[in-house]
């Protein structure tokens, strides 16, 4: 079981911060029931909501699938929820309870707000020596944090560190020697939106410190379009 704090601030996505983790004691708290599933104990469940009752946090129910990646709750897991869920938010006082189940690489939620509003998760940020970054399935993840292109530089700054690229919007103001080098570089990285400011065109003069410049653009680069007067014949 965790115990959660609610965050919601307007105009932005709820979140749930676990404040502590619960474990149930095999045999006293988790056992099975007559169907062969495994289950909490009620006293061991009547503790955990009185205490979250107490404490304005959310309570929920944790357990784990062999999955990896994708993970999600089955039949059985859903069934269970409808039975036990829709009583616990009279005893939380209003109060969301909810159950997240693990896969490896994986998370999702199933929150009840109420006995009739339900959320799922959105994704799950997880702080450590490393911070690591979970969805339900790849499919919720930024595509960018999964391309080929930048295999690379998620195995050095992981899956939520390329996510935060992919989602970022980097500015650069001055495109010439050294802001055309750093365009590329953000670009190879993954960075997700590029702002682009300068008001000076390519000359002839300067486009031998541009960086990747096709050259059917250098052409058309070195020849400024300019209204010139016609010529005057020599006397």
């Known amino acids: 079981m ?3 704090a609610l ?10 911060l676990v404040k502590e983790v619960l474990l149930a004691a095999d ?3 988790y056992g099975t029931s007559p169907e062969g599933h495994g289950r909490l104990s009620a006293t061991f469940i009547n503790r955990a909501i009185v205490r979250a009752r107490n404490e304005r946090l959310v309570y929920m129910h944790v357990h784990n ?4 990646r994708s993970v999600e709750f089955s039949e059985v897991d859903y069934a269970s929820h409808a039975r036990g869920y829709p009583a616990l938010p009279d005893i939380a006082k209003g109060m969301p309870v909810g159950a997240l189940v693990f896969g490896l690489r994986s998370l999702q939620v199933d929150l009840w707000w109420s006995k009739t509003e339900r959320g799922r998760l ?3 940020t997880v702080v450590g020596s490393r911070i690591r970054r979970l969805y339900s399935s790849p499919s919720r993840a930024p595509r960018a944090a999964y391309l080929p292109s930048v295999d690379r530089r998620v195995r050095f700054l992981g899956e939520a560190g390329q ?5 970022a919007r980097v500015a650069v103001v001055g495109l010439g020697g050294v802001g055309s080098m750093v365009v590329q570089d953000l670009a190879r990285m993954g960075v997700g939106d590029l702002l682009l400011i300068d008001t000076d065109r390519f ?16 052409s058309r680069a070195s020849r ?8 005057t014949p020599s006397r």
């Open 2 to 4: 965790v115990l959660a």
């Open 7 to 16: 965050v919601e601030r307007p105009g932005q996505t709820p979140r749930l």
């Open 27 to 29: 045999g006293v708290d």
């Open 65 to 68: 699938h062999g999955s990896d």
């Open 122 to 124: 959105k994704h799950c």
């Open 163 to 167: 996510a935060q690229l992919a989602g």
């Open 203 to 218: 000359e002839e003069t300067n486009l031998s410190r541009v960086v990747t410049l096709p050259s059917s653009m250098m």
């Open 224 to 231: 400024p379009r300019r209204n010139l007067p016609p010529a």
